[in-house]
């Protein structure tokens, strides 16, 4: 009996030992790793949706789930590896890179990370790469956290990066969602709109950016297709302007026309006045010459000057050297050269009136000689400058 209960008490006194024993140890540290950075710090779901409107990123299959929790273990080491490097731009590339790729799978994880950077730069620049890689896969939650951020400026630029994604992985469904934005954001249509066109056109979808921008109503089209052929022409200006010359409805084709001269003149604007001479006379010529020879002034002033010379003879013309011929930037004399060519007895006195008031204030007396011997102005126009020579002399002109 005695030596049962002393077998019984030394049973109970082992097993207190053993619990004292490992509520004793302290427990050990596990290693810090990304699991460290909560989910939670920045949400995939807007602000103001309400239960009906959150967006929620599709579920993974399990296969899914298995494949992108092993590329997440193997990869913890890299992203650590290339946030203990020092800053270079090499380092945020790889970063954003990562970034991108993680996000098609894990969103919330991916902006999580991004937002626990605390250089402000390099935070913005993973933000939006994290984005991008978001709207590869899952667009419609991408464009709406976009749509969600309060900041105006940033909303932009955020939906700017989720259409850039979009377009990468298909510019129909980009498209498709494009109009779907900017018909439940008229205030903000023109903009927006613009900002897909910019991602077609990156991407190298000038067809289709062309394409979207013609079905704007009236409010958006003007600006939409200024934007969809400029920026076509910058890369391809014979193909903006021979799909520009194409289209039927004459409204229509002229916004195009006058889209491709802000591209176009950029990259070879001798080629853009020459297209613009060889189109049919008419209004709308002579308004698209005036701003083609006005860009190629501005770009070259020598070429152009002595393209003018070569052409001038060209009635069509006299809208374009009247604007080229009056610029600031163009010396009088050179500019009372274009001007005296001008075909129009009106518009030839009008610019010869122009050149003469900028040439009285640069070489009032070699000015006031012109004027003297001109026989170029009409007798409203002279009497004009008359009385502008009298006044700065302290005359008066008799009539």
């Not at 993974?60 to 080491?77: C, F, K, P, R, Y």
């Not at 090499?90 to 994880?109: F, G």
């Not at 994290?130 to 940033?154: D, E, F």
Request: net charge negative; hydrophobic share 45%.
């Amino acid at each position: 009996m005695h030596r049962l209960a002393a077998l019984s008490g030394g049973i109970l006194f082992g097993i207190s030992c053993f619990f004292l024993g490992r509520f004793s140890v302290p427990p050990k540290r596990l290693p810090v790793n990304l699991s460290a950075i909560p989910a939670t710090a920045v949400s995939t779901t807007p602000a103001h949706a309400n239960e009906a409107q959150k967006i929620r990123v599709p579920a993974a299959t399990e296969t899914n789930l298995q494949m992108g929790q092993t590329a997440n273990d193997s990869s913890e080491n890299k992203w650590s590896d290339l946030l203990s490097l020092p800053g270079s731009p090499a380092r945020n590339s790889q970063l954003a890179a990562w970034l991108e790729k993680l996000a098609a799978t894990d969103p919330d994880r991916a902006m999580a990370l991004a937002a626990a950077e605390s250089n402000l730069k390099l935070r913005e620049q993973l933000t939006q790469a994290a984005l991008h890689g978001w709207a590869r896969t899952s667009p419609s939650n991408a464009v709406q956290w976009a749509l969600s951020l309060p900041n105006a400026a940033k909303r932009e630029t955020a939906l700017s990066t989720a259409f850039a994604g979009m377009v990468a992985a298909d510019p129909d469904t980009a498209m498709r969602l494009g109009s779907q934005i900017v018909a439940q954001n008229p205030d903000d249509a023109v903009g927006y709109g613009s900002r897909l066109i910019d991602a077609l056109i990156d991407n190298g979808n000038f067809q289709k950016a062309a394409q979207w921008a013609s079905s704007g109503d009236a409010q958006t089209q003007s600006s939409w297709m200024a934007e969809a052929y400029s920026r076509w022409a910058e890369f391809q200006p014979e193909q903006a302007a021979q799909a520009a010359s194409g289209i039927s409805d004459p409204a229509e084709r002229n916004l195009a026309l006058h889209g491709i001269i802000g591209g176009w003149a950029q990259a070879d604007p001798a080629a853009l006045v020459q297209f613009v001479t060889d189109l049919p006379a008419n209004a709308d010529r002579a308004s698209l010459l005036s701003q083609s020879l006005e860009r190629w002034a501005r770009e070259d002033p020598a070429s152009a000057a002595q393209w003018i010379s070569d052409n001038q003879a060209n009635p069509a013309m006299d809208q374009g050297i009247a604007v080229v011929a009056t610029l600031d930037s163009v010396p009088p004399n050179v500019a009372m050269t274009w001007a005296e060519g001008i075909a129009n007895p009106q518009l030839r006195s009008e610019t010869v009136a122009t050149v003469l008031r900028n040439w009285l204030t640069a070489d009032k007396s070699t000015a006031e000689n012109y004027f003297a011997a001109t026989k170029n102005l009409l007798p409203d126009d002279r009497q004009q400058i008359a009385e502008l020579i009298a006044a700065r002399s302290g005359q008066t002109v008799s009539q």
